[in-house]
């Protein structure tokens, strides 16, 4: 166990995913289902989560989304996720979201996401995690900013 509990960077946890938007995944505007980036997200959060902790995760919080523009049939949808802090048992992830035209390469910044994991043991109970080491300026910053945003969670509960 003590070798699952070595710090881990941040670069380790990257994960991206890129999907096709498909009229599967439309609402009744023709524009992507809120719901459907949601879904994706959640996945490439708890995949980054995974990739930082080598276990299960399981999804404890999700603060607010804003969806700052519409993501359109045909979009290549990307999300780029990494761990951004970690607790005793838990793992603040952020999820970028981006649409491309896939024909011009033209890419929009449509919502960034912060979604908090907690790991878990072989029996489902939940179990300490690896802490985060900052490589970078940028990643100490967004780890101070993790927890800024975990005290407010803690205080608005």
Same mark, same amino acid.
């Given at each position: 166990?003590?070798?699952?509990?070595?710090?881990?960077?941040?670069?380790?946890?990257?994960?991206?995913?890129?999907?096709?938007?498909?009229?599967?995944?439309?609402?009744?505007?023709?524009?992507?289902?809120?719901?459907?980036?949601?879904?994706?997200?959640?996945?490439?959060?708890?995949?980054?989560?995974?990739?930082?902790?080598?276990?299960?995760? %399981?999804? =404890? &919080?999700? +603060? *607010?989304?804003?969806?700052?523009? /519409?993501?359109?049939?045909?979009?290549?949808?990307?999300?780029?996720?990494?761990?951004?802090?970690?607790?005793?048992?838990?793992?603040?992830?952020?999820?970028?979201?981006?649409?491309?035209?896939?024909?011009?390469?033209?890419?929009?910044?449509?919502?960034?996401?912060?979604? %908090?994991? =907690? &790991?878990? +043991? *072989?029996?489902?109970?939940?179990? /300490?995690?690896?802490?985060?080491?900052?490589?970078?300026?940028?990643?100490?910053?967004?780890?101070?900013?993790?927890?800024?945003?975990?005290?407010?969670?803690?205080?608005?509960?």
């Amino acid at each position: 166990m003590t070798e699952n509990l070595e710090p881990r960077t941040v670069r380790a946890s990257r994960v991206s995913i890129a999907q096709l938007m498909h009229i599967e995944h439309a609402n009744n505007l023709g524009n992507v289902h809120g719901g459907w980036i949601m879904k994706m997200v959640d996945e490439a959060g708890a995949l980054a989560a995974m990739r930082h902790c080598r276990l299960r995760v %399981v999804t =404890v &919080a999700m +603060d *607010s989304m804003v969806f700052r523009q /519409p993501i359109r049939i045909g979009d290549l949808v990307i999300l780029n996720a990494e761990v951004t802090n970690t607790g005793h048992t838990s793992i603040e992830v952020e999820v970028q979201v981006q649409a491309e035209d896939p024909i011009t390469g033209e890419r929009t910044h449509t919502n960034t996401a912060y979604l %908090v994991y =907690v &790991a878990l +043991d *072989s029996e489902g109970r939940p179990t /300490p995690v690896p802490s985060l080491v900052a490589e970078t300026e940028a990643e100490r910053r967004r780890m101070e900013e993790a927890r800024e945003r975990q005290q407010r969670r803690l205080h608005n509960r």
